[in-house]
């Protein structure tokens, strides 16, 4: 093959691969977006738009507080005024999975800001096309509203339901965990990789806070193969392929 014709076709192979990326992630472990315990009432019906959304109310919301329903980043924080969905939020989760919050009264966000599971973005409102206050939720791959799930279970579809929130009940500052080997005790490293150094080890069962979680070279585990690392101390990491989260994905903050 001439050597412009290779260019030319590394050149559209490069082109192509950052248009459309790889594979999507898992979706995150996506929890409900209010604090631990709560009980709202989630509305789907199929003209809904988009039609996999929910909508969440239950006596006298307005005000109270939102929470992201999975660790990442904000992208979006934005103002349509008394149209669509009026002030809204938008979290990056990675994977092409993202999450959007809608009809809100107020932010307590910005964009470029790392947000953990749980943390406060805003309040329920009656911004935009809203008849009354609620939040309008969405989970989205790539763009493209999906069926919702919490905690790995998909909501009623369609109709209206009562749901408990699980988000970060019990946690304290980061996302549990346990380590699953079959009864090998687990590497700790001093980074997120094989080739970093050991600095010590977790027996089989033994749980763990995870503060963060990183990427690093891919191990296969327990859990399949993965590139995750979870941060567990200062200069601690263990493979996600061998921690039991509850989810595929990630369920904590980017390192």
Same mark, same amino acid.
């Given at each position: 093959?001439?050597?412009?014709?290779?260019?030319? $076709?590394?050149?559209?192979?490069?082109?192509?691969?950052?248009?459309? *990326?790889?594979?999507?992630?898992?979706?995150?472990?996506?929890?409900?977006?209010?604090?631990?315990?709560?009980?709202?009432?989630?509305?789907?019906?199929?003209?809904?738009?988009?039609?996999?959304?929910?909508?969440?109310?239950?006596?006298?919301?307005?005000?109270? $507080?939102?929470?992201?329903?999975?660790?990442?980043?904000?992208?979006?924080?934005?103002?349509?005024?008394?149209?669509?969905?009026?002030?809204?939020?938008?979290?990056?989760?990675? *994977?092409?999975?993202?999450?959007?919050?809608?009809?809100?009264?107020?932010?307590?966000?910005?964009?470029?800001?790392?947000?953990?599971?749980?943390?406060?973005? *805003?309040?329920?409102?009656?911004?935009?096309?809203?008849?009354?206050?609620?939040?309008?939720?969405?989970?989205?791959?790539?763009?493209?509203?999906?069926?919702?799930?919490?905690?790995?279970?998909?909501?009623?579809?369609?109709?209206?339901?009562?749901?408990?929130?699980?988000?970060?009940?019990?946690?304290?500052?980061?996302?549990?965990?346990?380590?699953?080997?079959?009864? !090998?005790?687990?590497?700790?490293?001093?980074?997120?990789?094989?080739?970093?150094?050991?600095?010590?080890?977790?027996?089989?069962?033994?749980?763990? !806070?995870?503060?963060?979680?990183?990427?690093?070279?891919?191990?296969?585990?327990?859990? *399949?193969?993965?590139?995750?690392?979870?941060?567990?101390?200062?200069?601690?990491?263990?493979?996600?392929?061998?921690?039991?989260?509850?989810?595929?994905?990630?369920?904590?903050?980017?390192?």
């Amino acid at each position: 093959m001439p050597r412009s014709l290779r260019t030319r $076709t590394a050149a559209a192979l490069f082109a192509f691969a950052a248009l459309f *990326g790889s594979a999507a992630q898992a979706a995150p472990n996506f929890q409900m977006p209010f604090p631990c315990g709560q009980v709202w009432s989630g509305q789907t019906r199929t003209n809904h738009n988009p039609v996999n959304s929910v909508d969440f109310n239950r006596a006298n919301d307005e005000g109270d $507080t939102v929470v992201a329903a999975a660790a990442g980043m904000v992208t979006v924080v934005r103002n349509l005024g008394s149209t669509s969905y009026g002030k809204y939020v938008v979290v990056d989760h990675g *994977g092409g999975w993202t999450t959007l919050y809608a009809h809100l009264n107020s932010f307590s966000v910005s964009v470029g800001q790392n947000v953990a599971m749980g943390r406060q973005i *805003g309040t329920v409102g009656n911004t935009g096309g809203s008849t009354g206050a609620h939040l309008h939720f969405e989970e989205r791959l790539n763009g493209s509203a999906q069926k919702i799930k919490f905690n790995g279970s998909q909501i009623l579809y369609f109709g209206s339901n009562d749901y408990t929130s699980r988000n970060s009940c019990g946690s304290s500052g980061g996302a549990n965990g346990q380590v699953n080997t079959s009864g !090998t005790p687990l590497n700790v490293r001093s980074g997120p990789g094989t080739s970093y150094s050991i600095v010590g080890s977790l027996a089989d069962g033994a749980s763990v !806070t995870i503060q963060c979680q990183t990427t690093g070279s891919s191990v296969t585990g327990t859990y *399949g193969t993965s590139n995750i690392w979870n941060r567990i101390g200062s200069g601690r990491f263990i493979p996600d392929a061998y921690t039991y989260t509850g989810s595929d994905g990630r369920v904590a903050p980017p390192c």
